[in-house]
């Protein structure tokens, strides 16, 4: 059974910072690309972070320089490390799990919620 739990969401003011965790279980973890996405109130989901499984990472430009993606391939997680939140990172966040090839899909958390107050 495929498991992704995030977890390190919570209300912060603006300029802090807060660790989002992911723990996977049920799949090869080192053969997956990682992604952090958020939904805003009202908008559209978003990728704000990515690791592959070679670790390259990407961003969204919004996030550039403040928040860092990293993975622990022995304990199967995956980190967003956020710092200088704004007002405009309040989202929920979840954690994907994306593969191809052997073990194509996508596979999902059930979200964490980050409220960032000015």
């Known amino acids: 059974q495929v498991q992704l739990v995030e977890s390190g969401g919570g209300l912060v003011q603006s300029g802090g910072s807060l660790n989002l965790s992911c723990k996977v279980s049920?799949?090869?973890?080192?053969?997956?690309?990682m992604n952090w996405f958020r939904r805003p109130p009202g908008k559209e989901r978003e990728l704000v972070a990515s690791?592959?499984?070679?670790?390259?990472?990407n961003y969204l430009d919004s996030v550039r320089g403040r928040f860092a993606i990293s993975r622990d391939n022995d304990q199967s997680s995956v980190f967003l490390k956020m710092n200088g939140l704004k007002p405009e990172d309040t989202a929920d966040y979840y954690c994907?799990?994306?593969?191809?090839?052997?073990?194509?899909?996508?596979?999902w958390g059930q979200g964490t919620q980050v409220t960032v107050s000015s």
């Open positions: 049920g799949l090869v973890f080192s053969a997956g690309t």
């Open positions: 994907n799990a994306h593969y191809t090839g052997r073990y194509t899909g996508d596979y």
């Open positions: 690791i592959t499984s070679a670790g390259s990472t």
